[in-house]
């Protein structure tokens, strides 16, 4: 079986909330494409509610394509500590992180229930396990502990 890098991240060492480049990938033509961890919360010592996490993928499906270029998607992690974020190009981890900490701030501030794309039962598979209000204290506090473009350092954006 192949090697899968974000397994063999030491989840002991990491300081989040950070953004880190897990790997950039060339195609037959050029093309690059970027895979981001967005790490919102430390690793085996806490994670984000389901109803919370699933509110936020949907508002960063659309915030981050509003604030980085050539956004493909923005999926969460299965141990509900962030998302990968996977991009056409290249961008810098502190390009990344002020992306996301500008989509957090509007999720803090800003967004209501009317802003929350895909909640219906027509436009996603889990539309009852949604949470506004999760969302926007996760997204609270996440902006209070500040967004590293650092992995194992604090160098808060």
């Not at 897990?22 to 509610?49: C, F, W």
């Not at 990344?96 to 900490?101: D, Q, R, T």
Request: aromatic residues 8%; contains cysteine; proline residues 3%.
């Amino acid at each position: 079986m192949a090697k899968v890098e974000s397994f063999t991240l030491d989840h002991t060492k990491v300081k989040a909330p950070y953004v880190r480049l897990i790997t950039q990938e060339k195609g037959t033509r050029g093309d690059v494409i970027s895979n981001y961890d967005l790490r919102l919360v430390q690793p085996n010592e806490n994670a984000i509610p389901t109803a919370g996490l699933h509110t936020i993928e949907h508002l960063l499906a659309g915030l981050l394509r509003d604030r980085l270029d050539g956004v493909i998607d923005c999926s969460p992690f299965g141990c509900r500590t962030g998302f990968h974020l996977i991009t056409w190009g290249e961008h810098s981890t502190t390009e990344v992180a002020v992306a996301l900490k500008g989509a957090l701030e509007e999720i803090a501030e800003q967004i209501e229930w009317k802003d929350v794309q895909g909640t219906d039962i027509y436009s996603c598979g889990n539309y009852r396990d949604h949470s506004l209000f999760s969302a926007k204290e996760w997204s609270k506090k996440i902006l209070d502990e500040g967004i590293s473009d650092e992995p194992f350092e604090r160098n808060v954006i």
